[in-house]
């Protein structure tokens, strides 16, 4: 089994999605409403909104979409949480993920991680680095 996270953005899916494969690398797929069989059921200004995004690795998925205002964007309780394979892969990926966005707790030695840091991107995603 798989569990993928789904991000909803509010408009700005392919901006982020964009800018998530620059930082992580993998493979992008965007489609477009417009590029549907239902783009005549979708509101004109949501005609280049993204309907869905996959970002994928060798090991992983992350899906995305553009959503209603009210949904989203609203990534209060979860956390990506991010295995980079090493410190600079961390260090690289924590300073360009943290640009306009908060860091909760900055990229540091642990007691039980090489690295270990949180962050909030500037989309509001909420992301965990630990390097074993």
């Not at 509101?43 to 996959?54: K, T, V």
Request: hydrophobic share 40%.
């Amino acid at each position: 089994m798989n569990i993928i996270p789904y991000l909803n953005f509010a408009g700005d899916c392919r901006e982020a999605m964009s800018f998530y494969q620059s930082v992580l690398g993998g493979d992008l797929e965007l489609t477009a409403h417009k590029d549907t069989p239902s783009s005549a059921h979708v509101p004109a200004e949501m005609q280049n909104q993204i309907m869905h995004a996959s970002l994928t690795w060798r090991d992983g998925t992350l899906f995305a979409s553009d959503a209603p205002m009210a949904q989203a964007n609203s990534f209060s309780g979860v956390y990506l949480s991010i295995h980079p394979e090493s410190i600079a892969d961390a260090e690289r990926m924590f300073t360009a993920l943290k640009e306009g966005g908060n860091v909760e707790m900055p990229l540091e030695e642990t007691f039980w991680a090489k690295r270990f840091g949180m962050l909030h991107d500037r989309w509001g995603v909420k992301w965990m680095f630990n390097v074993d």
